[in-house]
């Protein structure tokens, strides 16, 4: 499988954005003009608090639905924490695992991802795993053996037969939320190492099943361009996927 025969996936992280209300609308907004979705794939990424009523409105389209994150024990005493069971239960179909405010803000270590993204699998779920470097870390010329070390990490308990169920998003943490875009040749490159650790790990056959998302300061403007890049299988987008007038245009980056 190469890039030309992996569906492309456009991915909404609403972060702790939006309200009950408007999540409701603008899934309906997007489920309508998605039809049947055919050649692409896209979800949103909810609070956990409106999964169960996001998904029941989803129900009947193509449009995914997913937490942002989850814990790895099934049950325990974590207060405040979700298991991934927990949020299959209510509807969602996927998540987030590592995305860069739980590794910066929130301080999860890499320990933990092995964990959660088997915790994941093994409840159902179709894992987004995002990994990145941060703007000192990439001065410091470690952006490749940072990404390794997050890549090692996560997928400490993943066997190949995995990979069609898992997806990357390479998302440098210095481009979130900044409006800086990383460059074509920035993206390409950190896509490329991606792959290669993924081809070395899980074999040829395996790792070009899975998909490698391109995640920070998305918008209509750019999405086309990043879609050209021959490494990048989707993207994960953050402020622009909280509004139907941005996000659309995104989804349908090549109309
Ligand atoms: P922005 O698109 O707002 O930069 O956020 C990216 C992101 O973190 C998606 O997970």
New binding site residues.
């Given amino acids: 499988m190469t890039r030309s025969t992996r569906k492309p996936y456009i991915a909404g ?1 609403w ?1 702790m954005n939006l309200d009950r209300a408007r999540s409701l609308d603008l899934i309906k907004t997007v489920k309508g003009r998605l039809g049947d979705g055919g050649d692409r794939e896209v979800a949103f990424f909810v609070p956990s608090i409106y999964l169960a009523d996001v998904s029941a409105v989803a129900q009947g389209s193509p449009l995914g639905v997913g937490g942002q994150n989850c814990w790895f024990e099934a049950n325990g005493a974590f207060t405040g924490e979700l298991a991934a069971r927990m949020l299959r239960e209510v509807g969602a179909d996927r998540v ?1 695992v590592g ?3 739980r590794r910066h803000v929130f301080h999860e270590p890499d320990e933990w991802m092995g964990r959660k993204l088997r915790a994941a699998l093994d409840s159902d779920l179709l894992p987004i795993y ?1 990994i990145g470097e941060t703007l000192d870390e990439r001065k410091g010329n470690k952006t490749e053996r940072v990404l390794k070390r997050q890549l090692e990490s996560g997928f400490e308990k993943i066997r190949a037969e995995d990979a069609h169920r898992l997806t990357i ?1 390479y ?1 440098p943490v210095w ?4 409006g800086e875009t990383a460059t074509i040749e920035q993206v390409g490159q950190a896509h490329r190492s991606i792959r290669k650790w993924l081809v070395q790990r899980l074999g040829e056959d395996a790792a070009n099943l899975m998909r490698i998302l391109y ?4 918008k209509p403007d750019n999405a086309k361009e990043l879609m050209a890049i021959d490494s990048v299988d989707g993207l ?5 996927s909280l509004q139907a007038e941005t996000f659309l245009p995104i989804i349908e980056y090549d109309r």
């Avoid at 481009?175 to 900044?178: D, E, P, S, W």
């Avoid at 994960?236 to 622009?240: I, Y």
């Fill in positions: 992280n972060k987030l995305h860069s405010e995002c998003a998302e481009a979130i939320g900044t995640g920070g300061s998305v994960l987008v953050g402020g622009a």
